[in-house]
């Protein structure tokens, strides 16, 4: 008689001749640890679209999305050998994206420090914001983000843009539950006061509100 065990091996099982496009992820897993070159393709395909909007939505129009991408599949590509459970791929690879996302802002905060005045390259959001008032706006919301930490500002990108659960961030960003809490505890207050004393933005103030359980949910308060 199957044990509980020997079905999840057998759900888990590569077959070098299955179709990769309707694998479950740890078919794709064990595929990938196979060094079946189907399986990069594929991976590409399934995570690629996840990969690039965590980017675009955490650092910008101005992100360098093919680089930033192709990082984030190197560093999975490299170190999908070490992981346990082949059912939590697509949190491990938000766990690389995010990092290579906090990595990049802390590079990127140095960056205002250290280079010389006027050698800033100006933003431009003309090829993705072909409304003047939208792209200033958009601009202006970009450029407060950056005054959260790295840390603070993936958090607040992943709960209230991209809408993952607490427990999903906290595990994107390899931190405990309370610290995501607590962070975007902090991050949500500090972006509402932003907004506040920006006049351009105080319209977007009746859509965040003010009150950050309510925007953090039941989740928040248990």
Known sequence: ????????????????????AEADDPALVQALLAGDPRATREAWRRFGPLVRRLVLRTLGPQADLDDMTQEVFITFFDRVRTLRDPRTVTAFIMSITTFKIRHHLRWRWLRRWLVMPGDVET?????????????????????????????????????????LELGQVAAALEVSLATVKRRLTKSWQRMVTLVREDPALAELLPALGTDVEAAHGREARE
Do not use: H, K, W
């Not at 008689?1 to 990769?20: C, E, H, K, Q, V």
């Not at 431009?124 to 407060?144: C, I, K, S, Y």
């Not at 005054?147 to 993936?154: A, K, M, Q």
């Open 1 to 20: 008689m199957p044990t509980a065990r020997s079905d999840r091996l057998a759900s888990i099982a590569y077959l070098p001749g299955a179709t990769l």
């Open 123 to 163: 933003l431009d959001l003309r090829a993705t914001q072909p409304n003047t008032d939208a792209r200033e706006a958009v601009g202006r919301l970009f450029a407060l983000l950056d005054r959260l930490s790295p840390l603070d500002r993936t958090a607040f990108t992943l709960r209230f843009v991209e809408g």
